[in-house]
């Protein structure tokens, strides 16, 4: 397998910028950054009726779309376990 390309959408750079806290920033990034190595690791899970899937860090859940033809993830949401699955519509 290659190496996935990772692309963030802008509304989901705005929900990471938004988190209080630096520290879980930068781990947010850094697992985002794990993803182009192996965007479905153990830990990931599908999101049912969906194609995306979701990985954690901490009390963070970061959501994502895959497409293994082009090798690319793209991160569409990011933001805290509560909020992340509810829709704004």
């Avoid at 397998?1 to 930068?26: F, H, N, W």
């Amino acid at each position: 397998m290659g190496r996935y390309r990772v692309l963030i959408k802008p509304s989901a750079v705005k929900e990471i910028e938004a988190i209080g806290r630096k520290k879980d920033r930068q781990r947010i990034v850094g697992r985002i950054k794990r993803l182009a190595d192996d965007p479905r690791p153990a830990d990931c899970q599908k999101l049912s009726g969906r194609d995306l899937y979701r990985v954690r860090q901490g009390n963070f859940r970061i959501v994502y779309s895959i497409e293994d033809d082009r090798l690319i993830a793209i991160v569409v949401k990011v933001g805290h376990r509560r909020d992340v699955y509810r829709s704004r519509s």
